[in-house]
């Protein structure tokens, strides 16, 4: 169904030249010596065949039966007086519009060759422009229509287009929607995990650190010792506070604001070796680079989680913590030389709860992943403990612009 403007305008012309032909086809017949009655009839018939036009179009090859029975009853006005030959006119316009192009040209050139001996039949003569005159008004018609027929096909093509872009924009709106309810999603998802890291590797840490030096005050006799094992708690729950407050702004660990991943190492190991009397030093080889900020947080955290588990777990002496940058990476080693543990067992294991233990080695070695690194435990009982971390060089250099 054609819904364009111009169209509509078109078929409204159509209907008032048909109007004005028949009222002058009228006159003229009657003033040239037409039975009024018999003129008026056909003409009423004529026109009311027209106006069904629309509604018998409507059913299947109703319109070719609707153009055929008003080219007849326009045979019977012309029997009825030649003055009415004129509606041949609006029969072109409506074969271009009603018949296919074939049919439509072989119908037209029959009501031509009527409207052409026509004054043959009445006056006995014919003329030049008897013939070319409703010849030109032929091809003009026929011209015109299917014209008008394209204009209407590309109306409603037009039409058509812009309801699919109405509805693809409506999809690519839900789409959207849909993508930034995932994304949301996914960054909510992100965000826990990272919360869960930040607060084993720091903040539970720092709680680990604090409850053992609790207990050891519990068993202290000496006032001495029993003031430092205090200030050392002090010490850690201000820290644990301070790194709870930057974990929910997701800001750095605090031992990254003063300098280097090197020195922020060395801090955290000494601040472990005073707390637990375990002795601890750091070798670095080789003259680190400037790291990302998210590589030298990641390497920290290997560092803090590994010398927790060495006070929770170990029963050490003495830990190495080694930094070692190589051409293609950066490794952080924390080798003790506790009790160690069988790694077989502890991997078999660690992929239960988190309550059962393992899951900071586990976020451990996600964090590295994500940054194209990995992480390696050698242990075995009695035989100390070896956690080596390592961030390729080539990764960390993506994240410069």
Known sequence: MDRTGTSRWLRLGQHALLGVLALVCGLRAITDGAHPLAELTALAAFIGWYAAGPRLAG????????????????????????????????????????????????VSLTVFVVVALEPVRATGEASFAAIIGPFIGMVVALGVAKAQQALVRD?????????????????????????????????????????????????????????????????????????????????????????????????????????????AVRRVTERFAQESGVAARVVVTGSLTSLPTTAEVTLLRCVQGALANVRTHADAHQVVVSIDETPDSVRVDVVDDGRGFDTEVWTATAAGSPKDGGYGLRATRARLRELGGGLAVESAPGEGTALSAWIPLSHTAKEYP
Do not use: C, M
Not at 97 to 106: D, E, G
Not at 180 to 199: K, M
């Open 155 to 263: 109306g409603i093509e037009r039409q058509r287009l812009i309801t699919s872009l109405y509805a693809a924009q409506e999809e690519s709106a839900a789409l959207t929607d849909e993508l930034a309810r995932v994304q949301r999603a996914e960054g909510a998802s992100s965000e826990r995990t990272r919360l869960s890291r930040d607060i084993h590797d720091g903040i539970a840490q720092g709680f680990s650190s604090i409850l053992l030096l609790a207990r050891a005050a519990l068993s202290e006799h000496d006032p001495d010792r029993l003031r430092e094992i205090l200030r050392h708690v002090e010490s850690g729950a201000a820290e644990g506070l301070e790194e709870s407050r930057r974990v929910v702004g997701a800001l750095a660990p605090a031992d990254l604001d003063e300098g280097s991943l090197t020195g």
């Open 59 to 106: 059913k299947g090859g109703g319109g070719t039966v609707w153009f055929v029975g008003l080219t007849l009853l326009w045979a019977v006005l012309v029997l009825v007086s030649p003055e009415n030959v004129w509606l041949a006119f609006s029969l072109w316009l409506l074969a271009g519009h009603v018949l296919p192009l074939l049919p439509a040209v072989i």
